[in-house]
T-cell receptor, first 113, second 117 residues
Framework: EAQVTQNPRYLITVTGKKLTVTCSQN?????MSWYRQDPGLGLRQIYYSMNVEVTDKGDVPEGYKVSRKEKRNFPLILESPSPNQTSLYFCASSFGQDYSPLHFGNGTRLTVT | AQSVTQLDSHVSVSEGTPVLLRCNYSSSYSPSLFWYVQHPNKGLQLLLKYTSAATLVKGINGFEAEFKKSETSFHLTKPSAHMSDAAEYFC???????????????FGRGTQLTVWP
């Protein structure tokens, strides 16, 4: 089944403790991206990647890192999480043309205390 | 810079009545435009996309959207609402000229659709 898989679905952590949210897709998509969703703000793009080893900042990259060493994986890294990073995070992928639809994962709800 | 404005944060309709969710955009390009739907505790799913000269776009589940360049609008409609349409809807604009590679995407803040029986 074609899908984007995020792990974990729920994560509670403390300020400053490094964490990684994994994202994997099995559709051979070139394009992958991360979003955070906050009430009243919609989705905001954190980082995106056009292909392996190619990443770019989105609207809200501060406090986040990404890497794209393999086509199928695009992990989101929070080196030193803070409470303002408490949010619902989505990973998405597509073939990369501007008309290609995004396929979304089911989300990761992160709480930083 | 690109931006998307969804004009209503909440829309309530009765089952069987028409749905109108409004979206205006600004873009330096001739962008691609999308509508996505999010059901509770789920990721987003594509409803429809505008990428061609056809200004009226048909999507899944009976939804349509009309691209009006002069009004920079891309409103989503459905003739008859169903209870299963209750969800949050997002209008999205791409960063690049139509036909280019996908880059940054800009999401509206969402419209919560409530459908009353």
């Amino acid at each position: 089944e074609a899908q984007v898989t995020q792990n974990p679905r729920y994560l509670i952590t403390v300020t400053g403790k490094k964490l990684t949210v994994t994202c994997s897709q099995n559709m051979n998509h070139e394009y992958m991206s991360w979003y955070r969703q906050d009430p009243g703000l919609g989705l905001r793009q954190i980082y995106y990647s056009m292909n392996v080893e190619v990443t770019d900042k989105g609207d809200v990259p501060e406090g986040y890192k990404v890497s794209r060493k393999e086509k199928r994986n695009f992990p989101l890294i929070l080196e030193s999480p803070s409470p303002n990073q408490t949010s619902l995070y989505f990973c998405a992928s597509s073939f990369g043309q501007d008309y290609s639809p995004l396929h979304f994962g089911n989300g990761t709800r992160l709480t930083v205390t | 810079a690109q931006s998307v404005t969804q004009l209503d944060s909440h829309v309530s309709v009765s089952e069987g009545t028409p749905v109108l969710l409004r979206c205006n955009y600004s873009s330096s390009y001739s962008p691609s435009l999308f509508w996505y739907v999010q059901h509770p505790n789920k990721g987003l799913q594509l409803l429809l996309k505008y990428t061609s000269a056809a200004t009226l776009v048909k999507g899944i589940n009976g939804f349509e959207a009309e691209f009006k360049k002069s009004e920079t609008s891309f409103h989503l409609t459905k003739p008859s609402a169903h209870m299963s349409d209750a969800a949050e809807y997002f209008c999205v604009v791409s960063d690049f000229d139509r036909g280019s590679t996908l880059g940054r995407l800009y999401f509206g803040r969402g419209t919560q659709l409530t459908v009353w029986p």
